[in-house]
């Protein structure tokens, strides 16, 4: 029997992707694990731990990178370079596993020598790559800029432009890494991401797999949306805009353009009793003041049944992002039923059809947003999953990886 160790930070990063494959994996009879550094409550079997002092060298990690961080553009989001790491190539169920596979373990947890340790194991070493971060200098998301496809330096997130620069030293780091050892894998959720790795200096002669994010449609699934909205005190003919983000003034969300949609709903006299349904985290009273409509705030979503709910309740999901590879939370509001809007970006084109199971706007352009969300209340638009995302299709592309890495 294969086994597989999927090492993550915690088990809700990345929309909680690792957490569903092992589940899934268990459920195809994989012997599974997950090593990570934060569990939830909600956590099934076969989750480990490293030693107690990672969480230590975590929140020094984590120290380290708001200093090197205090006067970056913060427009440009997130970079991450870990000075400190976590040797995890010792630990029993590592040394016993056939396949590694690796998800948001940067920043945090752990550095390129760890990543060097785990592949002097001799075992194929699987990057799941939830954003840029594998073959960029250290940014998540290059937005506009495309030096990872030569090489990092003089980063755009750094003001004070220098060559020799974070960026420069942590691609120079990757690039010696990736050419010592054949056993790196590198597989993509999104056909984007897939295509800009393969553009990419440092990976573009690797192998690379493009298997999509895992989704239970057993779980996320339609349910009576009357009794959906009941149960967040609304009523049948309200008409409910859907928003979420961890971070609603996250750079990549696209919240300031969702408000400007919103504004211009707010002038459309034909649609009456809009509700604004919003989850996650950062919600505030500020933020509600500037919604034209009612606004619901449901808070942090602790479990997948609650989020089901969510999606059931509304008549339309919103996720106005500026550069996000394959967002969970399409997948689960396609299978709730319940129609997308969102900007023609990344890897969302890959999961909505124009006008079918929802609507891609014009990128940066709040009033074609606005038009998604019209359009959608106004022709009953009704959410649908595409068949490669069913769950089926996505476990059989990872069993052809390990047939592939096994051999």
Known sequence: MTKIVQLQKSSKS??????????????SDIDSYILTLYAD?????????????????????????IHISRNINKEFGLFSYTFLGNDVSKIQSIREADIIYLHWVQGEFLNLYNYRKLAELGKPVIIFMHDMWSFTGGCHYSFSCLKYQTECYDCQIFPKHKHHDLSAKGFAKKKKLYSRYENFYFVSPSKWLYDCAKDSSLIRSKPVFHIPNILDETLFKPIDKVIAKRLFN???DDLVIAFGAVSINSPYKGWEYLQQALENLKNDTTLKSIVVLIFGKGLNSQIAEKIPFRTKFTGYLKDEYSAVMVYNAADVFVTPSLADNLPTTVLESLSCGTPVVGFNVGGIPEMITHKKNGYLAKYKDPDDLANGIRYCLEHNIKGELLPEFKKSNTLKKHFELFNYILK
Do not use: M, Q, V
Request: overall charge positive.
């Open 14 to 27: 990345a929309g909680g992707a690792a957490l569903r494959l092992h589940n899934a994996f268990l459920e």
């Open 234 to 236: 609304l009523i049948e």
């Open 41 to 65: 409550e909600n956590d099934t079997e076969r989750i480990i731990f490293p030693r107690k002092i990672s969480k230590f060298i975590s929140f020094l990690n984590n120290k380290i990178n």
